[in-house]
């Protein structure tokens, strides 16, 4: 256990940039998608943290209210940013203090029903089985390049989280290394911002996917 604060530093450096590296982007979907990736930032800094100075009495309950921010609120936004990416969904930029009171809503309710692991399988699952459509529909429309990043995210973010076991109750076993599971997510952040970063202008000549609305 003592040696998962390395890849904790991993994934928040990963999340950060990735954050950071979205929020340079004018477009409604990928200023969505960097808040989630900030959420999984702020947890894994937190994990950090816990792990590297050994304080698992101190942080161990504002790890986990972290990383289900992360998990309810974060992949909402996520799943929100990709129907909005491929324009099934138009959102307003200029609305987005309304977007993130959606995604705190949906946190507010999971934890006052103290069902929040619950929340965060079904929004995750959620999200996975939109990138796989999306996945699907670009493939159809001869964009390989954004349906292969698209799809290899989802596969690892579904394998990490139901088979490696990422949470306090994962869906198959126990957690088996949670190293292993947050250079996953690292990798897996990676891969998302190979789909938003994607040129717009070149989305557009592609197949006239607009610019989300600002």
Known sequence: MTHWWMAEVILAASAWWASQRLMQSRQSAAFLAA??????????????????????????????????????????????????????????????????????????????????????????????????VIAVALWRRRQNVQASWLLLAAVVFVVNGLVIGGGTEPLLGLPVRMDVFHLSLAFWAYCMVQVFAWPADRMNKNDGIKEGVE
């Open 35 to 132: 808040v989630c990736f900030a959420l999984l930032g702020l947890a894994s800094a937190i994990g950090a943290v816990k792990f590297g100075f050994q304080w698992q009495t101190r942080l161990d309950d504002l790890h986990t209210l972290a990383s289900r921010a992360f998990g309810v609120a974060g992949l909402y936004l996520l799943t929100m940013a990709l129907l909005d990416w491929i324009g099934w969904l138009r959102l307003h930029r200029k609305l987005w203090l309304a977007h993130l009171a959606d995604a705190a809503l949906v946190f507010i309710l999971g934890y006052w029903l103290a069902r929040l692991s619950l929340f965060q399988l079904v929004i995750g699952l959620a999200m996975t089985l939109v990138a796989v």
